[in-house]
């Protein structure tokens, strides 16, 4: 007869047999039963009870939801907002679900920068081979030949990706909040050539191969007795680790490897690549950045490693609660001052909208964004125009 029992006491029991093992006589047979009762629980059925498949959809649709006219994301058959617990008690299965619907919403706004804001996908680095992992960003027909104004937008890190301010907001409130399509339908209406950046794409993830443990070069030359010993000692420490697995990736998740992107290893790297290779070469007179949060370190990092040519192309940038820090990136007098002139960070604050905010660093100026909160950067996409 097979024992489903939950989880956490599982875990107790397994606890109290590795102290009841280090103990006395009377206590290694109290280890003993408990091994015992161990063997007979069907740990396969106790974790598929325990949590459902990770297998989910590919769509939207699939999710049984769509984005409603005013790019709120609904229940298809409710009209009821996004329900994050799914399954009661299952926290790890509905944070699984949240981050496959995360991807399918990622696609989602690639194609609505593609078909609706009219931007071609420009794969990234141009040198890479068949066999190297790409990644891309977007542009306007004419970013790169408009001799006017050029926008640049730089979102912060995380899961979001080109196009995107934040996850949260496009699936709780709606798609002009969390993306960056207003901002970028606006600047084509006002004659921009625009640039969506993506510095969170810089690696791919390849299932991991399983490496064969080598054979002991002496092992030929131990005792029989010695041998036995030690292979049956490899066969409980093979056992243990069997039933931890199960516990550590119950669903049998492949295990998984990263291959960096070349030249796009890193938000900073990104930024500094499609600088060289792109903005660098644009015919604009004008060139204007956005960046939030940590597209705020990003971009400092591209004005300290490329002073010159950014100080005299880069006209202006707004930045929404940067994280940048001028001490810990080592910014000299001539990059504050630039700072002091041309930038602007509108951070989270109760205080009315663009009062003045006091700053422990001597970088560029901070105002209010009007609310209490992570800075929604829609609110300086209005402001600004």
């Known amino acids: 007869m097979l024992f489903c029992i939950p989880g956490f006491v599982l875990l107790a029991l397994w606890i109290s047999m590795a102290n009841l093992q280090q103990g006395a006589p009377e206590e290694k047979e109290k280890a003993a039963a408990l091994k015992d009762l161990l063997s007979r629980i069907d740990l396969d059925e106790l974790m598929k009870k325990d949590e459902p498949a990770l297998d989910f959809p590919l769509t939207l649709e699939g999710f049984g939801y769509s984005f409603n006219e005013k790019g709120q994301l609904r229940d298809i058959k409710t009209g009821e907002p996004f329900v994050f617990n799914c399954r009661e008690d299952l926290h790890r299965w509905n944070q699984k679900r949240y981050e496959a619907l995360g991807e399918v919403i990622t696609q989602y706004v690639y194609g609505l920068l593609e078909n609706e804001c009219h931007l071609q996908k420009i794969m ?23 001799p006017d104004k050029l926008l640049i937008l730089i979102q912060g890190s995380g899961a979001v990706r080109a196009g995107q301010w934040a996850r949260r907001l496009i699936i709780n409130e709606d798609l002009d ?24 794409e810089n690696y791919i993830e390849v299932e991991k191969t399983k490496e064969q443990p080598e054979p002991s070069s002496d ?167």
């Open 124 to 146: 990234i680095p141009d040198d890479a081979t068949e066999e190297e992992p790409r990644s891309f960003i977007f542009m306007s027909e004419d970013a790169l030949t408009n």
């Open 177 to 200: 909040s969390g993306t960056q399509i207003p901002y970028i339908k606006k600047a084509v209406d006002d004659g921009y050539g625009v640039i969506v950046l993506n510095p969170n």
């Open 219 to 385: 092992s030929t030359d131990e005792p029989a007795e010695k041998r036995e010993r030690k292979d049956e000692s490899l066969k409980e420490t093979k056992k243990r680790c069997d039933v931890y697995e199960k516990y550590r990736n119950p669903q049998k998740e492949k295990e998984t490897e990263q291959i960096c992107i070349k030249d796009n290893s890193s938000p900073e790297e990104h930024v500094i690549y499609v600088w060289d290779h792109f903005i660098s070469k644009a015919n604009a007179k004008y060139i204007f950045f956005v960046a939030h949060s940590y597209g705020g370190l990003a971009f400092l990092e591209v004005l300290l490693q490329r002073e010159v040519e950014v100080k005299s192309r880069v006209s202006a940038v707004a930045l929404t609660d940067s994280v940048h820090n001028v001490w810990h990136q080592e910014a000299g007098k001539s990059v504050l001052d630039w700072l002091q002139k041309h930038c602007c960070n509108w951070v989270s604050s109760a205080e009315p909208l663009d009062t003045p905010v006091e700053s422990m660093l001597p970088d560029c100026p901070r105002v209010s964004a009007g609310e209490n909160r992570s800075t929604n950067p829609k609110m300086t996409t209005e402001r600004q125009n």
